[in-house]
């Protein structure tokens, strides 16, 4: 079966704009490790610029970005290793007013999936797959999702309290590393601190 799409848009500008950037490109001596030390694990919607609304430039903090920016596995993975390997000492938790992840629950996300992999829409009132005929570019639904754990939640001021407490408590987290939670508010850039 060969692809039969169109040449991405999309690619295209990503290499322009990049050929762009690597003309003035002037930070290869920068280091791995942090300057500022610290850390963000942040919600990947689009919206949020970690960058901008902490005020850092390239090289000055971690980024680690999910659905959500909850403390899953692979995101606790990524905070040790910047602490361990590469010396940051403070973590920022930051989720974000009108998150899709508080629109959604783990049972829906499987529900969807396992009849349609395709992008589903939200109607006013819930996620669902559109009617679509199979092509051969498409693949049929699949059960798995219904054994991952999304990590879906109703309460962002407790989602924020419960990753904050997961990484903490965390047998790999060391006691001194300060943790800090915030709520970024997606409509005025503010971003509000969460208190446990």
């Known amino acids: 079966m060969t692809d039969k799409s169109p040449p991405s848009v999309n690619l295209a500008a990503l290499m322009d704009a ?3 950037y690597s003309k003035t490109f002037d930070q290869a001596e920068l280091k791995p490790a942090p300057t ?4 963000i694990l942040t919600c990947m919607d689009a919206r949020m610029d970690p960058y901008k609304f902490a005020g850092l430039n390239d090289g000055e903090a971690h980024i680690i970005r999910n659905a959500g920016g909850r403390a899953t596995d692979d995101a606790i993975r990524s905070l040790v290793i ?3 390997f590469l010396g940051t000492l403070e973590w920022f938790v930051i989720h974000h007013t009108n998150c899709g992840m508080t629109l959604v629950t783990d049972e829906a996300i499987g529900d969807l999936l396992e009849h349609d992999l395709e992008t589903a829409v939200h109607n006013g009132e819930c996620w669902v797959n559109p009617e679509r005929q199979q092509s051969e570019n498409t693949k049929p639904g699949s059960s798995l999702g219904k054994n991952i754990e999304w990590h879906t939640f109703t309460d962002l001021r407790e989602s924020v309290l ?3 407490n997961l990484i903490r408590n965390h047998e790999l987290v060391p006691n001194h590393i300060k943790i800090h939670g915030f709520i970024f508010d997606v409509k005025s850039g503010r971003l509000s601190a969460v208190e446990d």
């Open 82 to 84: 910047s602490h361990k």
């Open 18 to 20: 990049n050929q762009y």
């Open 36 to 39: 500022k030390h610290f850390a």
């Open 162 to 164: 419960n990753d904050m």
